[in-house]
């Protein structure tokens, strides 16, 4: 199953658990922050463990990383429009905590088609 390549931030959060890979993610336990600003400002939480992924919106008491990104920098580098190194060292978006965490996200969910 292919996932739509999403319009917005709340469709491409909402869509995240369909997408999500359980088989790619063992044994992660992960919380991640994002906290978007620009066009769709907004905080959302995406929590993985045991084979789960939640979505919410809001903040987490202590995630193990916390993404802070303009809401369109982020859809250009989930449509893979924007490669995400690339943004981040540009400065397109910071992140705090575990780099790791950060760098084995995009293995963990289908990419849209």
């Known amino acids: ?3 739509q390549v999403p319009s917005s931030i709340k469709e491409l959060m909402e869509g995240l658990p369909s ?6 993610a063992q ?3 992960a919380t991640i922050q994002f906290n978007f600003s620009g066009q769709e400002p907004g905080s959302w939480v995406v929590k993985i ?3 789960k992924c939640e979505v ?3 903040t987490a008491e202590s995630p193990n990383v ?3 990104a303009p ?11 924007l490669d995400g190194a690339a943004a981040f ?3 397109q978006f910071t992140f705090s905590g575990d780099l790791g965490v950060l760098m084995q996200m995009q293995n963990w969910f289908q990419p849209p088609a």
């Open 27 to 29: 044994g992660v336990k």
């Open 71 to 81: 809401s369109d920098v982020w859809l250009k580098i989930v449509r893979r429009e």
């Open 56 to 58: 919410s919106q809001g």
């Open 49 to 51: 463990e045991g084979g």
């Open 19 to 24: 997408a999500f890979r359980p088989e790619r």
């Open 89 to 91: 060292m540009s400065g």
């Open 66 to 68: 916390t993404i802070n």
């Open 1 to 3: 199953m292919t996932q």
